[in-house]
């Protein structure tokens, strides 16, 4: 199983990004996919997770109303759309696959990605 995450960069605060993760290896569609962040520091943090079918959602609260989570089964791909980000938005976003919904336990995902920098100037 392989989740490659990419998308990050450097960006000023108030700008965009979008993170895409390619899932290989595994049944994607079986799976409930997930982004987790971890700042310098800091532990692991939920950010965003999308049931199956994408039919539903949930989001941290600290990112609701900036980022939205997406997938297409067909291309086996999971986005992260960032929008407004903050400063405090930095850190490295990893994206993972749980086979049961339990959106933000990061013990439940069974694969994770090997992680993009996403960092925000002030």
């Known amino acids: 199983v392989q989740l490659q995450a990419s998308g990050g960069g450097l960006v000023q605060a108030g700008g965009s990004l979008r993170l895409s993760c390619a899932a290989s290896?595994?049944?994607?569609?079986?799976?409930?996919m997930g982004w987790f962040r971890q700042a310098p520091g800091k532990e692991r943090e939920f950010v965003a997770t999308i049931s199956r079918s994408g039919a539903n959602i949930y989001r941290a609260d600290s990112v609701k109303g900036r980022f939205t989570i997406s997938r297409d089964n067909a291309r086996n791909t999971v986005l992260l759309q960032m929008n407004s980000l903050k400063p405090e938005d930095t850190a490295v976003y990893y994206c993972?696959?749980?086979?049961?919904?339990?959106?933000?336990?990061?013990?439940?995902?069974?694969?994770w990605g090997q992680g993009t920098q996403v960092t925000v100037s002030s």
């Open positions: 993972a696959a749980a086979p049961t919904y339990s959106p933000s336990d990061s013990g439940r995902y069974s694969f």
């Open positions: 290896g595994l049944t994607f569609s079986s799976y409930h």
